[in-house]
């Protein structure tokens, strides 16, 4: 699906594109049935754990392993101990590396096929359609 609409289409079938007015999704053309939907997004995390120590802290549990590196190269560079601190700093830069690598890719090892291989009208069939529809 795509963010545009080009308004020739608005009679009840397979949704084929979506707008996002007032933190609401909007299927264009409108749905003729219940679709099922796979969306990938992102999300603005919570920081509600800096003031409630109970809460568990927002992040994946991929940087749970590689935060104590931080944490280590945090303390040497406090003591002073330029060689440790720039040694674990590393450590834990490759371990942001890694994480962010394995949890950007695809799900799967397949090409991502975009529009579920339907073809979609354009905006120049759109326009050769403007004139034979006008004024009807």
Known sequence: MRKRFLG??????RPYFFSIWEKQ?????????TYTLLIRAYR??????????DDDIDLDEWFHAILPY?????VYQRQEDAEL??????????????????????SSA?????SGG????????????????LGQ
Not at 8 to 13: K, Q
Not at 25 to 33: A, F, G, S, V, Y
Not at 85 to 98: C, D, K, L
């Open 8 to 13: 020739n289409t608005d009679t009840p079938s």
């Open 25 to 33: 999704i909007h299927l264009w053309p409108k749905p003729d049935t």
């Open 44 to 53: 603005n995390p919570s920081y509600d754990w800096l003031t409630s120590p």
């Open 70 to 74: 931080f944490v280590l190269a945090r």
């Open 85 to 106: 601190s720039a040694m674990y700093m590393r450590s834990f830069e490759e371990g942001v590396a890694f994480a962010r690598r394995d949890l950007m890719k695809a």
């Open 110 to 114: 397949q090409p991502v096929v975009m």
């Open 118 to 133: 339907k073809r979609y009208p354009t905006m120049r069939r759109w326009l050769q359609t403007l004139g034979a529809t």
